[in-house]
């Protein structure tokens, strides 16, 4: 087993299958050495594990988890189309999309949910960029939508 | 006549020239073997094909042609940085912005109209990857901002 | 002395060293020959030059100023990671999100003063794409958040 497994069975995270693509947009795609996901929403299986807007229905809490959560989905999309997690050598770029009330301004908070998973799997390779963006309407009353970049071998 | 020529004049689309950049930067960039576009807004000749916020003053299928006519327009820039579409081997990602009024949900029932456009005319080449958000302000009123990128040879 | 060095001497600009990350992602990354910031907020030592929103607590111009001082972080964090911005070859892409009041639709105008920087810094070098967004929510209540995109040698 690779180091990124190992790590993953220590953090007892599971990667979920990538779901299948349903729309006229595909979920990952490959440029050079580079990965690149749709925005991902925090899809547990058939459902989002929470919806709404944060500083209304939601604290701050629940958008840790829900960022945490379109960062697995993410990586599952990454490992789809890579083959392997070990083959990233570097997660590059986060996009984070806060669906946020009015006055909301934890952002940053919210997003920690997915660098934190990043950094805790990948360590040094997790070390990533950020946008942090509070955003008025979302697809489906999902609380956050996360695009990675990743390099790969 | 390339594939594409025939498959624009088959599905009877005219991509315009490209406007030619008024302001402090450009509409279209190289990195290598992918070409990047600022933020196309629905323009038709002179005039935007629709303006307003979707949910208040807009519907969907208004929006959908609204991501539409950015959908071209941003090839008519991909073209002019490329000398021909023909040179394109993958659109890669849509980043896809829609005025939205409070409430307002179908993001992605909008931004189709930019995804079935690429899929019609590129086929295998057209599927990408997404990004879906609901916007409050957009400038000059546009109902939709669209940027994409795209492989090229 | 670099032409770069030069410029900046002639304008008057001084950029100044990049702070160090503080948070669980970092400010700037290299992906081959592309160097890409985080979202950058107009920070002048250790506050914010603005705080706000556009159409609201501030006016356009107190916006051009935010976008100017983003942009000249941004390229603190390019320095930092190039090492000499005589390096750059090309500006790419500017990302700005514009903290907007309802009805704010200046985004452009405000975003002008991260564009006519990197003109006046780099000339041909400095001809970019852009996004113009208006956001409803800011981390820090920041008037403007900016990514850019650097090719370097």
Request: hydrophobic share 40%; proline share 5%; with cysteine.
């Amino acid at each position: 087993m690779g180091t990124i497994s190992n790590k993953l069975e220590e953090l007892g995270i599971v990667i979920p299958h990538a779901p299948a693509p349903v729309a006229s947009y595909v979920s990952v795609i490959r440029m050079g050495n580079v990965i690149v996901t749709s925005g991902q929403l925090p899809w547990l299986g058939d459902s989002l594990i929470h919806q709404g807007r944060l500083g209304e229905q939601l604290d701050e809490q629940q958008g840790y988890e829900s960022a945490r959560v379109c960062a697995i989905n993410a990586l599952a999309q990454i490992r789809a189309e890579a083959g392997d997690l070990e083959k990233i050598t570097q997660i590059v770029r986060l996009e984070g999309y806060v669906h946020s009330a009015p006055g909301f301004r934890g952002q940053p908070q919210v997003l920690n949910g997915a660098s934190d998973l990043m950094n805790e799997i990948f360590e040094d390779a997790g070390r990533h960029t950020r946008t942090a963006l509070g955003i008025s309407e979302m697809p489906l009353d999902a609380p956050v939508q996360l695009c990675v970049w990743a390099e790969v071998e």
